[in-house]
C-alpha cells in the first residue's frame, strides 16, 4: 500500500512538471555577448519611469511555480526617427518579490531572502543586473531585442520579440513572454546542469520572463 501511494505521489510530481514544461515560453535565442549599440548623434534621449516599469518572473518545481517581480534602477532608451536603436538599463536585483505567496505569510519573506541569498542570484555580491541593446530586428513580422544581459558578472547575448509604441513623447517596449535558462549565467541551486541525485527535489533552469519599460523624452 505505502509502494502504491509513493508511486502515485512520484507520477503526480511528473505530471505537474510534464504541464510547467508544455505552458513555458519560448527560450530566448541566447549566444556569446556581442557589441552594444551607440546612440547616433542624431539620436534622441528617452528616460525610462522606473515606477511605470517592471519585470514580471515566473519559476517552476516539479511541484508547482512561483511568481514575482523585479524593479528597474534607471534605463535610457535612444530613438533616431522614432525608432529605436540603442539603449542600457539598470535592474535592482535587491528589489525581488514574491506574489503569488501573501506578503503576511511567513514562506514569502523565507523565499524572498533565499532568492536574494547566494544560493541564487547572491544581491549582496551583486546588487544590479544590466541589459544592454545590442540591436533590432524584423523577423517574420516581428520586432526582436536582442542585448546583453549581465547577471552575476556572467555576461549573455539574448534575443526576444517585443512591440514598441511611440506616442506624444512617451515610448512602451513590451515584450512577449520568454524564458531564459538560469544555468548560462550560473545560478545553480537545485539546478540538474550542475548537480546529480536531485530526484524530485530539483528547480527548473527556465525562468520565464515579461519587461515592460515605459519612458518619457528627456
Known sequence: MKKSIATLFTIAALVVSTTGCKDKAKEAN????????????????????V???TIEWKGFKPTGTHTGTIDLENGVLNLTDGKINSGTFLIDMKSIEVTDIPKEDEYNGKLTGHLKSADFFDVEKHPSAAFEITGLSETEGKTMLSGNLTLKETKNNVTFPVTVTNTDGAVTLTSETFTIDRSKWNVKYGSKSFFDNLGDKFINDDIELKITVKATKS
Open 30 to 49: 541566447t549566444k556569446e555577448a556581442e557589441t552594444v549599440a551607440t546612440a547616433e548623434a542624431t539620436a534622441e534621449k528617452y528616460t525610462a519611469n
Open 51 to 53: 515606477t511605470e516599469s
